[in-house]
């Protein structure tokens, strides 16, 4: 991997197209008008702050992790403080599309700074970009205008507080158009949370458990080289529960059905499905079940 640049402020994104942010803690740049300050080939970015890009047409190939992403027209890419992004540019590369760029020191005392976390797309691999329609690409461009317009005036009392609430309008909207998206390749959420539960029922009866610790959604999304934010918002759409949940009942299903097997403690089973702590199992279980696991076992 090629060296890292750490980029703290927004600024330091804006100075590499020989420009200045509109404000300290929040700009938009539409990438067509501005010139690139750097060399052809493959850059890191660190990012500290949160970063927003809207594809128009461009030869750019991004790297996120271990997989490239060739991002095409009309895409919503979405990158979160402490990522770190390699671009590979091509000969005379200028980016065209939108860029909105928001440090999180604009977000403390606001509604959205109570709100950022439930964003979880920031945290997606980019691959798991946001794919968008031509309508639904309007959308969000009104949405960078009235940003920009906001920015580009003169700063009063009311510019933080609309400012805010229109990156909070937009992030709703991608919120919205995610749903969607998640809703359209239903069939290949389907797939994704049934290999999901067939490869959860092999961990728990094949001794993985007992050998690398209960399961976690974070195995499971890996698994299916999605980033652990996508898997669980793609099964908690599809399902209408969290992978967590998925887990833990399958936990409490397996568990009932060792606990009737009187050749093993609680203790034992504990450690087979994963728990370094039998006390941390007996807790989960009482939790579910309303009982402990010695009382269960009593009962029938």
Excluded: W
């Amino acid at each position: 991997m090629s060296k890292v640049i750490n980029l703290e402020t927004v600024n330091d994104y804006c100075n590499r197209f020989n420009q200045k942010s509109q404000h300290p803690l929040v700009s938009v740049m539409d990438l067509h008008q501005l010139k690139r300050n750097s060399q052809k080939g493959i850059e890191a970015l660190r990012f500290n702050f949160y970063g927003i890009f809207l594809k128009q047409n461009a030869d750019c190939i991004l790297k996120y992790g271990r997989k490239n992403y060739d991002y095409q027209e009309g895409t919503l890419v979405f990158i979160g403080p402490e990522q770190v992004v390699q671009i590979e540019n091509g000969d005379d590369y200028v980016p065209t599309g939108y860029a909105l760029l928001f440090h999180p020191d604009l977000l403390p005392n606001t509604n959205l700074g109570q709100l950022i976390t439930k964003y979880s797309f920031f945290s997606y691999e980019l691959s798991e970009a946001l794919h968008l329609s031509e309508k639904e690409r309007q959308i969000i461009i009104d949405c960078i205008e009235k940003i920009r317009f906001e920015l580009e005036r003169d700063i009063d009392k009311h510019s933080k507080e609309l400012i805010v609430s229109n990156i909070e309008l937009f992030l709703r909207y991608c919120s919205r158009f995610y749903d969607r998206q998640f809703i359209t390749r239903d069939v290949v959420n389907e797939g994704v949370v049934h290999q999901f539960k067939k490869s959860l029922h092999q961990y728990l009866n094949s001794g993985k458990a007992s050998e690398f610790g209960c399961p976690s959604v974070g195995y499971f999304a890996q698994e299916q080289f999605l980033s652990a934010n996508y898997f669980g918002d793609l099964v908690k759409k599809e399902t209408g529960k969290s992978a967590l949940e998925i887990i833990q009942t399958k936990l409490i299903e397996v568990a009932k059905e060792r606990i009737f097997d009187p050749s093993k403690t609680v203790s034992e089973i504990a450690y087979e499905l994963g728990f370094k702590h039998p006390q941390h199992f007996s807790r989960l279980f009482k939790n579910k079940v309303g009982y402990s696991p010695n009382e269960y076992r009593m009962m029938n």
